[in-house]
């Protein structure tokens, strides 16, 4: 079973960026699209965006359009996900998933704090 | 974007219960819902892809059904390690849309 592991907490000032990063073995990232995900404390699941496996085109939640942005490095198999112009309530743990259109696996999980 | 409601928000049932959780989506959607386990502190599992394929390795005492805009996930005899939030997931176009969860406890 493919496996992600994705980079350690953040911790971030209001109106900082963050960047996570999601490492993949293998050819992951050329055969599947990965999806981002968070999840603030206590609530529940939120759809980021994702990025194609077959190119770099993307989507986004049209909540996150300007704010984020979705890549990949094949050669590292890593993808990474980054959030400019952080709030308080971007306080979440995001998460990233290989994209079959259901969600599996998932990385561990990344929580980023936005705090002054 | 299409709104997943899912009911109810916590459920509490004895061990050995038939618990039926409901999602219905604002349009329909075919059968592209999946649904997740989340235990405190842990990352979602998948549990049932496509409205009703049971994934490999869980219990088939979970199932699920559903099409267009009304999806259940039954869990047939609760058992102890089944207290989690459950969620459903929307992935017919984007953006995909999640359920508010459902949160099982033990009566």
């Known amino acids: 079973q493919v496996q992600l592991v994705q980079s350690g907490a953040a911790v971030k000032k209001p109106g900082a960026s963050v960047k996570v990063s999601c490492k993949a073995p293998g050819s992951t990232f050329t055969k599947y699209g990965i999806s981002w995900v968070r999840q603030a404390p206590g609530q529940g699941l939120e759809w980021i965006g994702w990025i194609s496996a077959s190119n770099d085109n993307t989507n986004y939640a049209q909540r996150f359009q300007g704010r984020v942005i979705i890549t990949k490095d094949t050669s590292s198999n890593t993808a990474f996900m980054e959030m400019r112009s952080l709030r308080s309530d971007d306080t979440a743990v995001y998460f990233c998933?290989?994209?079959?259109?259901?969600?599996?696996?998932w990385g561990q999980g990344t929580l980023v704090t936005v705090s002054s | 974007d299409i709104q997943m409601t899912q009911s109810p928000s916590s459920l509490s049932a004895s061990v050995g219960d038939r618990v039926t959780i409901t999602c219905r989506a604002s349009r329909g959607i075919k059968n592209y819902v999946a649904w997740y386990q989340q235990k405190p502190g842990q990352v979602p599992r998948l549990l049932i892809n496509?409205?009703?394929t049971l994934r490999s390795g869980v219990p088939s005492r979970f199932s699920g059904s559903g099409y267009g805009t009304e999806f259940t996930l039954t869990i047939s005899s609760l058992q102890p390690e089944d207290i989690a939030t459950y969620f459903c997931h929307n992935y017919n176009n984007a953006p995909h849309t999640f359920g508010q969860g459902t949160k099982l406890e033990i009566k």
């Open positions: 496509d409205a009703s």
């Open positions: 998933a290989v994209d079959y259109d259901w969600f599996d696996p």
